[in-house]
Nanobody, 120 residues
Framework: QVQLVESGGGLVQPGGSLRLSCAAS????????MGWYRQAPGKQRELVAH???????NYADSVKGRFTISRDNAKNTVYLQMNSLKPEDTAVYYC??????????????WGQGTQVTVSS
């Protein structure tokens, strides 16, 4: 019923930048929260950032001041601008959405993940 499609991952040198995008489509009535988690090899998945429909944001301490999350409600799309990237940012980044369907049911949906590798 709902798909989240991510794009924008890749290989970047330390200190570089990347911009991730995630577009939601399907039987969507509204999206309360959109955000990003990441999972590095051998580690648990962790919250990176999220943004509410009203524009309130929340960031992991490790990315504050370097990453910026934003969303375009008209396009059901969330973005993650990542600057000053560090090797420890290397992970698979997963987009998620807290979505209310046209049926008025509400659940979380996840994207397939996009690899971000920070290395010289």
């Amino acid at each position: 019923q709902v798909q989240l499609v991510e794009s924008g991952g890749g290989l970047v040198q330390p200190g570089g930048s990347l911009r991730l995008s995630c577009a939601a489509s399907g039987s969507i009535f509204s999206i309360e929260i959109m955000g990003w988690y990441r999972q590095a090899p051998g580690k648990q998945r962790e919250l990176v950032a999220h943004v509410t429909s009203g524009g309130s944001t929340n960031y992991a301490d490790s990315v504050k001041g370097r990453f910026t999350i934003s969303r375009d409600n008209a396009k059901n799309t969330v973005y993650l601008q990542m600057n000053s990237l560090k090797p420890e940012d290397t992970a698979v980044y997963y987009c998620y959405g807290d979505i209310i369907l046209t049926s008025r049911s509400r659940t979380y949906y996840w994207g397939q993940g996009t690899q971000v590798t920070v290395s010289s």
